[in-house]
């Protein structure tokens, strides 16, 4: 169907792993060829564009012009970070002496024809909720699933060209399309803590615990996230987050690829859902009974 | 309780600060009208010591040391809410983030754990062009001097086979490394001139506060 260029970034090798193992299932689904950028390195994230821009675009847009030898027009990335760097390097092509200075620094240009895309923007306009709807094969009705955007996904505005930077919408109608029951989520772009889990984890004590305790205010089972930085607080530091805020909270913390690859009929295992930390035990014995049920109803006559 | 500081604006009024941030962060900061937009979006208010729109009034002020020594500058997350709210369309999160930048290079970083954990992040790129997650605790642990940080995470992570032991290192790490080492050259001579081959670039440590 269509040829993207891959960008998984940093996170994806290790802590979320499970993003890159369901992205590529889920693409692969769907008839989306990723093409892994040959060679591809760190965008520099948060730490780049606090020390110099100019090293922010250099790192990442290295990559936007590995992508364009490689015919690719588009690039894909999961990461909602490496998005705003590629997107940033993207943009100075605008000033000529900066444009001038990435090529010193990097040696090679940035073809003004590509684009830099998340997974999410790429299965809201490309692939679109009413194909995404048919293809459905173990409908999630009944389950409660909050999403959760973080900050960067469709903000700054001007930058990020897609949905709503104060009420995004495509997750929420993404999970629809899954069957799901999707409730309005007031804290869907309030910042869970950022970067800060390692330097000032008070921080992400108190703002990944305000998400935590709106999600199970509202009855949800899961949080659908896609962005690892998110997922990481949320998750991986919900029991530092519990002992912050002395509650008790265990709430699964699901990749928006996740939970679309288990409503087409993904193999849990395949999608990483054994990497999360906490488990969605609860969520998956309901779709795998329900599953169990479909193939004894289609074997039967 | 904390004292209360007492500032002659008029003997400490700095006019080249204003106009260095007004340049470098691309945005006329004397538009801030003090609506309040920015600090009812903050989430991170709590931990600074002074509250965003006072920052923006800071600089308009040219209060250059308050600013550049303020904790609030480094523990911005850019986030983006206040940028996204402001009704003069003032990109206030990039006025923040050029703070940052110029509280770096001025020696006057008021967090230095954050900072350490940028440059262990930033040295872990130019070394493996990748971020080595598990290798790039160890040394922000020793060099913040918290060996015990996010140690309670350690065996959940080997649990789940998410602690890797051997960096991913890409096949063009030098020219990552070279990107820096430029970058540095032409910070401290300028970008006009053209670059030689082989040409030995001035190398500075990455940690140090003035090599931009």
Sequence with gaps: MRRVAYYKGCSLEGLAIEYDLSTRALCEALGIELVEIPDWNCCGSTPAHSYDPLLSAALAGRNLAIA????????????PGCLKSLKGAREIRENP??????????????????QAVSLLQLLHEEVGVEVLQ???????????????????LTRPAQTARFDDPENPISMDRLIQATGATVPDFPYKTECCGATYGVTRNDIVGKLSGRILDMAT???????????????????????QVNRYCKRTFHLPVLYISQVIGLAL????????????????????????????????????? | MEQIKTLSLQQ???????????EASEQKVSKCYQCGNCIASCAYTFVYDYPVNQIMRFIQL????????????WLCANCQACTTRCPNNLDVARIMETLRIMSRREGTVSEPDIRTFYDAFL??????????ETGLLPVYNIKARKPFTDLDLAPRLLMKGKLTFIPSRIKGRKKIAEIFERLKFHRNNGFSRKVEKGRPHSSVPLTTQTDI
């Design chain 1, 68 to 79: 364009t030898r490689q015919g690719c027009e588009v690039v894909m990335t999961p990461c």
């Design chain 1, 97 to 114: 002496e900066q444009r001038r200075a990435f090529l010193e620094l990097v040696g090679m240009e940035i073809d003004e024809r590509i």
């Design chain 1, 134 to 152: 048919k293809l459905i094969r173990r409908p999630l009705t009944g389950h409660v699933i909050v999403p959760y955007y973080g900050c960067l």
């Design chain 1, 217 to 239: 205010r509202l009855g949800a089972e899961a949080i659908v996230v896609a962005c690892p930085l998110c997922q990481q607080n949320l998750d991986l530091r919900q029991d």
């Design chain 1, 265 to 301: 009929g993904i193999d849990p295992k395949v999608l990483g859902m054994d990497k999360l930390f906490v488990n969605p035990d609860r969520l998956l014995q309901d779709i795998e009974g329900a599953g169990n049920q479909e193939s004894h109803i289609s074997q039967s006559p």
């Design chain 2, 12 to 22: 400490s009024c700095d006019v080249d600060f204003i106009r260095r941030v007004e």
């Design chain 2, 62 to 73: 040219g209060q250059k040391d308050v600013v550049l020594r303020s904790r609030s500058i």
């Design chain 2, 123 to 132: 040295g872990s790129v130019k070394t493996f062009g990748r971020v080595f």
